[in-house]
């Protein structure tokens, strides 16, 4: 598996809120500024689906970014497998003025692993951000 993580100064509640919600999705799910993504669905429960557009804005490029969820533990734990058979482990981890965020997945056989550490860890800096800002 490959690991990233964050550190985001606010409360559980918040960081929560802003990972789980669509509206607040669309507003972080990318990883460079030239994407976007439109969350199409987030049914927050086990069995529950989520999907996601990711595009390129120039229209050049957009793929779904979908699973299942087989884990839900508020404020603390999610975990999927996403619609090409990966899973993702997801910890949340509050302290007193922060939540440190652990995200763990299965790497794709495509890319380099480190080219998708990059890419993943770029989404949870624009987590951070968003999530800081609100």
């Given at each position: 598996?490959?690991?990233?993580?964050?550190?985001?100064?606010?409360?559980?509640?918040?960081?929560?809120?802003?990972?789980?919600?669509?509206?607040?999705?669309?507003?972080?799910?990318?990883?460079?500024?030239?994407?976007?993504?439109?969350?199409?669905?987030?049914?927050?429960?086990?069995?529950?689906?989520?999907?996601?557009?990711?595009?390129?804005?120039?229209?050049?490029?957009?793929?779904?970014?979908?699973?299942?969820?087989?884990?839900?533990?508020?404020?603390?734990?999610?975990?999927?497998?996403?619609?090409?058979?990966?899973?993702?482990?997801?910890?949340?981890?509050?302290?007193?003025d922060s939540v440190e965020?652990?995200?763990?997945?299965?790497?794709?056989?495509?890319?380099?692993?480190?080219f998708q550490k990059q890419?993943?860890?770029?989404?949870?800096?624009?987590?951070?951000?968003?999530?800081?800002?609100?």
């Amino acid at each position: 598996m490959i690991t990233v993580q964050t550190t985001i100064k606010a409360p559980i509640e918040k960081v929560w809120e802003c990972w789980n919600k669509p509206e607040h999705i669309s507003n972080w799910a990318f990883a460079a500024d030239e994407w976007e993504a439109d969350a199409k669905e987030n049914d927050l429960r086990v069995g529950g689906r989520f999907s996601t557009i990711m595009a390129a804005k120039d229209g050049s490029a957009s793929f779904e970014f979908g699973g299942e969820y087989t884990l839900i533990k508020e404020y603390q734990q999610i975990e999927y497998i996403m619609d090409d058979g990966r899973k993702v482990q997801i910890t949340f981890k509050p302290s007193s003025d922060s939540v440190e965020i652990i995200e763990s997945f299965d790497p794709e056989t495509q890319n380099e692993p480190e080219f998708q550490k990059q890419g993943w860890q770029a989404i949870l800096n624009n987590f951070k951000k968003y999530t800081e800002s609100q």
